[in-house]
């Protein structure tokens, strides 16, 4: 049995919730999966894993061993890149993660003139607007938009993003300006998500934070899709700054409501503590920092004007 590879099975199982998710993630038919698990209990005599729920568990030796495999595959990882001479030269294969939007026009671009500057690092981008957890996934370095909770993950802040509330000229010249929040009671809205709540939409004023109700006659996931539908005539939308930014600069929207838009929020690099940055991550860093301080910048400006 090779005991590595039966560990990242079930790593793959534990962390994908069940043995034909985890054989899907890994490639493998489920019955090769199923037997390598097997196997490994047999080698240990003891059962790591309950089938019984809907869901499968881990036993408590199984999350004991579980961990302990994280740490050891992980460990093992750490010294591939050492002998590889990855803390020597800025080289091997950089895993990235950022929400969509700001991935594809600000991130990506810059991603490319580095690989072309560095051509022996290859690059993995993996663009969503959840949060990707960076243990769990091997990711090197993720951009977050939002206040960070406490953790053990080092960052690095690149700028502040705001939130805008806008829609095209054309609706607004057939339904009027709204001219504060409560004002919006009387228009159609399109809410994205996973910014904000589908009828309340919450804003500040002088006495502090102000929360209206509001209709949403579209509801979507995306940021592209509020700002299409926005830009379309639909109604009012809510987005982040940057993802409206090119529509205002193209006078496709118009901001309105800007004085009782809550706090901006912090825009980070975060990555994993480790006791020696790899060069190529050293170097992505010193790369890309300053030009993704200078995109938010001038994301803010265009969706202002």
């Known amino acids: 049995m090779d005991r590595f590879e039966a560990m990242s099975v ?7 919730g069940s043995l034909s998710a985890g054989a899907r993630r890994l490639g493998m038919p489920l019955a090769t999966v199923s037997r390598k698990v097997s196997d490994l209990e047999a080698h240990l005599h003891t059962r790591l894993l309950s089938r019984g729920s809907r869901r499968l568990e881990l036993t408590d030796a199984g999350q004991s061993y579980v961990a302990a495999c994280r740490k050891i595959l992980d460990d093992v990882l750490e010294a591939e890149r050492a002998a590889s001479g990855e803390y020597l030269a800025p080289r091997g294969e950089l895993v990235v993660t ?10 990506l671009p810059i991603i ?9 690092i290859d690059v993995q981008l993996t663009l969503s607007d959840g949060i990707i957890n960076l243990l769990d996934e091997h990711v090197d370095l993720a ?3 939002g206040d960070l909770p406490d953790s053990n993950l080092i960052a690095t802040r690149i700028g502040a993003i705001g939130r805008i509330v806008c829609a095209s000229p054309d609706y607004l010249a057939r339904r009027g300006v709204p001219l504060n ?18 009828s309340v939409w919450a804003f500040t004023s002088k006495g502090g934070k102000q929360e209206v ?10 940021a592209e899709a509020a700002v299409d539908a926005a830009v379309a005539g639909l109604g009012v939308t809510r987005v982040l700054s940057y993802q409206a930014a090119k529509a205002v600069a193209d006078g496709k929207l118009t901001i309105i409501l800007q004085p009782f838009e809550p706090a901006t929020v912090p825009a980070s690099l975060v990555y994993k ?3 020696l940055v790899p060069l190529k991550l050293r170097a992505f860093l010193d790369f890309a920092i300053p030009r993704l301080k200078a995109a938010v910048a001038r994301s803010n400006q265009l969706a202002t004007v």
Request: glycine content about 4%; some cysteine; charged content about 15%.
């Open 10 to 16: 079930l790593l793959a199982v534990a962390d994908a």
């Open 98 to 107: 950022a929400p969509v939007v700001f991935g594809r026009w600000h991130l």
């Open 112 to 120: 490319e003139e580095f690989l072309k500057a560095y051509p022996d």
């Open 143 to 145: 951009l977050r938009i």
């Open 181 to 198: 929040p409560a004002d919006l009671a009387a228009h159609d809205c399109i809410s994205f998500v996973g910014l904000m709540s589908s």
């Open 213 to 222: 109700a509001v209709h949403s006659r579209l509801v979507v996931n995306t």
């Open 273 to 275: 503590q480790q006791g």
